[in-house]
């Protein structure tokens, strides 16, 4: 019989599954955080963008006379400055290039022309305004289908000529890649012989992340050493140190990137934008340190969005809802420039989880990527590469199929699930899901919200012809796509996509952990400390962290697409457990039998049969310098790169219930339960704030986020006047729940599970939105759900008449 768990030795050693305090909190709520624009340097200097008012014109001249005569003025870069050092243009993560600062022409709103450089911010703001332009306008395309046309404006005429480009063929001038993936003709075929096909045009809008804090960086060249310091805002430090040695020609071994506090990252900051490359540019010809801090309108109109594509969706199915077929036509707007952050591999990222929690036996996916007078990005705004807009295809097209059908959503969706037995399962889109569950986490979400009386409440609303409500109820069942990911599948720039971890045990039993990751508030310094805790018995709150800075963290790829537990979390269990080893050795020695005759017990190694004869993990650890067994090196530590086999594959079932007014539109979110299996579950108590963070992140896009453009190129979403940013007042109460459906393959069993409510959120409100309406016929509305969007509908359809 077992040994009675010790209650007290498992409080102290707060491994995984404890509800365990963030670390980093004290610091932050008393504003001791440490962010870029917090860095002061001896003779530091600022640097200000000029940029373009017009979203397509030629530049004819740049007279920057009157700012460099402004007093504490110390340069003014532009194009033609940068050129000698082979700095104006620079590779984008998607294969493309980039303007760092327009050359000859601007092809978006907002475009960076020009760089002051001065003494102070307000200096450099007041020059930034004396440089004079002189533009030619020219046509502005930011429609992806007119775009291309054969008479559309030339958006990229450096491209001129050039009939192939990193991901293939081009077909026009204004076309960047065909992406295709699945078997056409087999899914043909099943769309000819199948007994019901529908089809649903949606548009997923352009939205921003929108983090708290805005891109910065502080570079700090040293002429004497030749080493280049960068503070700055990224989600992927390592990767950054190598573009920037790829742009300078400084060895990576004199380059050091450092990620200090972030606030909030969201996908907003993996790439590298202009304001960086000027920014380190500036300080190397100079030798002073430059710092480059972006205003609000310059974040939201310059620096990565998100989603812009217009899909159009098709199943296929028998009259018993059965799904026999997929098919996908995707037009990707990219903007100018293709610099969306996606594995070399894949230019439209994972969108090809589009078939979900789904047995479809066929499926084929097309993606047209296109150039249009937009600021350039592509960003995984709080997803997996894309993995949000595959979710919400396929988690609407399941609705219109439901509707034509006649049958109820919950059970056309128990029809084509993914059975437990079939996993590993492969997608006729060539993904292997690692596990799952769907029918019972489904089902589960069902009974908690007593579906069946939701549904007799709204029957009732809709015989009443003088109810004001329209209440509508929305169901998705999603599965998602994180761990980016195994190299053999992904890299950025030909990096494969591993992550790392460094542990060093002190003499006294604490120790230190470093991995390649860097945190923008998801709790990695308490949640990387847990797993170490359980792995090899040091307790949690003795084990300090450390991310962010490329002379000490191990190389790895960041932190964006949940990859920080599936991928470095992974790392840190295996690093943990070979620091394990060792001190199962050194244990073995001190108590003088095999190592095979000992087991480990949480703290502890205990002699088998023999309990009275232990070494505790503190005592190992002093033992580690100074009595190790022959042969043996002194020291206690270990580092592990891990290489994923395949993704993980966390997914959930969401219901939303609203209540829309159809005088005027106005939708309340009634109620919102999200069920997760993220499968081991390290900390309970983050998971809980950032599956809130998700939902209200998804909240906002679903029913108000968008970044719209006028037919001039002009952005009209660029202050927080008008881009919707939920506070408490706005967000409902988030009921939560779970399954645990561990993953095969990890070390721990850990999925990933921050991006996963803002995943299935979103196509949840839209669900209920249009659900409120199905039964006039309404099979979509694109998003955001406004007021006055909703009201339209309303109007449309005559509903607000008294």
């Known amino acids: 019989m077992g040994r009675e768990p010790d209650i007290e030795r498992i409080t102290k050693l707060e491994g995984i599954g404890c509800a365990r305090k963030r670390r980093e909190d004290p610091r932050f709520i008393q504003g001791k955080g440490n962010y870029v624009d917090d860095v002061k340097m001896p003779g530091m200097c600022f640097g200000v963008m000029v940029r373009s008012p017009y979203a397509h014109a030629k530049i004819k001249k740049i007279d920057t006379s009157k700012a460099t005569a402004l007093p504490g003025v110390i340069a ?19 294969g493309d290039v980039q303007a760092v600062l327009a050359d000859e022409k601007v092809s978006f709103q907002f475009q960076e022309v020009a760089f002051v450089v001065a003494e102070d911010r307000y200096i450099a703001a007041d020059a930034a305004d004396l440089v004079e332009v002189e533009y030619e306008e020219l046509p502005v395309v930011v429609d992806p289908f007119k775009a291309l046309q054969p008479d559309s404006p030339v958006i990229r005429p450096d491209l001129a000529g050039k009939t192939s480009g990193a991901h293939g063929p081009r077909k026009h001038h204004n076309h960047i890649f065909t992406w295709q993936i699945g078997d056409k003709d087999k899914t043909a075929r099943a769309f000819d012989t199948a007994e019901v096909t529908v089809k649903q045009d949606m548009l997923y809008q352009r939205v921003h992340p929108c983090p708290l804090e805005t891109c910065g960086c502080v570079a700090s060249f040293d002429k004497i050493k030749g080493d280049l310091t960068v503070y700055i805002t990224s989600q992927a430090p390592h990767v950054v ?25 969201f996908g907003n900051k993996v790439g590298v934008y202009p304001g960086y490359v000027c920014a380190i540019a500036a300080s190397i010809v100079l030798g002073r340190p430059v710092k480059w801090i972006e205003s609000r309108t310059e974040n939201l109109t310059s620096t990565a969005f998100a989603r812009d594509y217009w899909m159009t969706g098709e199943l296929a199915a028998t009259k018993d809802g059965v799904i026999k077929a997929l098919r996908v036509h995707v037009t990707a707007d990219h903007g100018a420039f293709d610099a969306c952050a996606d594995p070399t591999k894949w230019p439209a990222g994972m969108f090809h989880v589009c078939t979900g929690s789904y047995a479809i036996p066929n499926a084929f996916v097309e993606v047209d990527g296109i150039y249009t007078n937009k600021f350039p990005g592509g960003v995984a705004y709080r997803c997996s590469f894309r993995v949000t807009e595959a979710v919400y295809l396929i988690e609407r097209m399941i609705d219109v199929l439901a509707q034509k059908t006649g049958i109820d959503k919950a059970e056309i969706r128990f029809r084509n699930f993914v059975k437990q037995e079939q996993f590993p399962y492969t997608t006729p889109l060539g993904l292997e899901y ?9 089902q589960k979400a069902l009974d ?13 609303l809709r015989a009443d012809p003088k109810s004001e409500t329209l209440m509508g109820i929305g169901i998705v069942t999603f599965t998602e796509i994180v761990g980016a990911g195994p190299s053999k599948m992904c890299d950025i720039l030909g990096v494969g996509m591993f992550d790392s971890c460094e542990i060093r045990v002190h003499p006294d039993g604490s120790a230190i952990a470093r991995m390649g990751t860097i945190t923008q508030g998801q709790g990695h310094q308490t949640t990387y400390a847990q797993i170490i805790a359980s792995e090899c018995g040091i307790p949690a709150s003795v084990i300090h962290t450390e991310e962010g800075d490329t002379s000490t963290a191990p190389y790895g790829l960041g932190t964006y697409g949940s990859r920080s537990t599936p991928v470095a979390g992974a790392a840190t269990a295996r690093c943990a457990r070979k620091i394990r080893e060792k001190a199962r050795r050194i244990a073995a020695h001190l108590l003088e039998v095999s190592p095979d005759d000992l087991e480990f017990d949480m703290d502890r190694f205990v002699v088998k049969g023999s309990p009275e004869q232990v070494k505790t993990i503190k005592e190992i650890a002093w033992a580690a310098y100074n009595n190790v067994p022959p042969g043996e090196e002194m020291g206690l530590e270990a580092v592990d790169y891990y290489d994923p086999p395949n993704f993980t594959f966390p997914f959930g079932s969401y219901i ?5 007014n159809k005088f005027s539109g106005e939708t309340k979110i009634r109620r919102f339960y999200a069920l997760d299996d993220c499968g081991t579950r390290i900390n309970p108590m983050i998971i809980e704030g950032q599956v809130h963070g998700g939902l209200t992140e998804g909240l906002a896009v679903a029913m108000g986020q968008e970044l719209p453009y006028d037919e001039q190129g002009n952005v009209l979403g660029g202050t927080l006047m008008d881009y919707f940013v939920p506070t408490m007042v706005e967000t409902p109460v988030w009921e939560t729940d779970y399954t645990v459906t561990p993953s095969p393959h990890h070390p721990i069993g850990a999925k990933g599970v921050a991006e996963s409510p803002h995943v299935g959120s979103i196509p949840c409100f839209t669900a209920a939105v249009v659900d409120a ?30």
Do not use: C
Request: no cysteine.
């Open 448 to 460: 908690a919200v007593n579906y069946k009386a939701l549904r007799a409440e709204q029957a009732a």
């Open 773 to 802: 309406f199905s039964h006039l016929g309404i099979t979509h509305m694109n998003m955001p759900h406004n007021a006055y969007r909703v009201w339209q509908q309303s109007h449309a359809l005559g509903l607000d008449k008294h």
């Open 434 to 442: 690692d596990s799952g569950n769907y029918g019972p986490a489904l």
């Open 76 to 94: 003014v870069v532009t194009a033609d400055t940068l050129k000698p050092f082979k700095l104006h243009w620079m590779p984008t993560l998607a």
């Open 241 to 265: 140190r190598t573009v920037v040695g790829l742009l300078s020609s400084i060895p990576e071994s004199k380059i050091r990137i450092i990620s200090p506090d972030i606030g909030g990252g």
């Open 656 to 660: 939303a219930v609203v209540d829309i």
